[in-house]
Each structure stands twice: as structure tokens, then as C-alpha cells.
């Protein structure tokens, strides 16, 4: 039997960690990977972040710019900023209840 909770794996939704990349700034798709990882230890593959940034833009939350020579980046649209807020807040409520019960518990 394991001890450790490594099992669990990563709580992780790539659609919200592109969007707090992009939070701090415009970034291409290989500067996402890098900061998602930095920041979260979620290591996010390359099919997963590129449709996530499909599903992304058609919501109208990210929105490309010029290419910088062969790279695409994105940056995140007031609306996308909007909706990453209220996902932010749902978080922290959820994170709050969980430290209350587990003071109780």
C-alpha cells in the first residue's frame, strides 16, 4: 500500500491553466506548457493545449495575434478575463469549505 498521494494525480482543467497563463500576458503555445508547468507541476502535452485553445477562442475567451515568426500567440479577451475571475472565486470557495471541514474533522 501506497502512503503518498501521488496516485491522485493532478487536479487540473487545461482550459483554466491556459487561461492563467495567459492571465500575466500574451504567450505562444510552447511558453504556455512551459509557465503551466512552472507554475502548477502539471505537465500539459501538446494535442490537449492546442484543443483547448480551439474551444478557447470559439467562447471568445482567448483571441490570437500576428504570428511572431512561425509562433501564434494568444492573449486572454476581457471576456475570457471575466469568466476566469468567476472560475477563480468558485475556486476559492471551494478550497475554503475544504480547510473549514477539515478543521472539523
Known amino acids: ?24 500576458g500574451p504567450k505562444h503555445g510552447y511558453a504556455i506548457i512551459e509557465d503551466i508547468a512552472r507554475f502548477s507541476g502539471t505537465q500539459v502535452e501538446p494535442g490537449s493545449l492546442y484543443g483547448a485553445l480551439g474551444r478557447l477562442e470559439q467562447k471568445g475567451w482567448i483571441e490570437p495575434l500576428p504570428a511572431e515568426e512561425r509562433r501564434r500567440p494568444y ?3 476581457p471576456a475570457g478575463a471575466a469568466a476566469l475571475r ?17 478543521a472539523l474533522a
Open 75 to 77: 492573449r486572454l479577451t
Open 1 to 24: 500500500m501506497r502512503t503518498g498521494f501521488s496516485d491522485l494525480g493532478h487536479f487540473s482543467d487545461v482550459s483554466l491553466l491556459l487561461m492563467l497563463s495567459l492571465a500575466s
Open 86 to 102: 468567476q472560475q477563480v472565486a468558485t475556486l476559492q470557495q471551494i478550497v475554503a469549505t475544504g480547510v473549514e471541514r477539515l
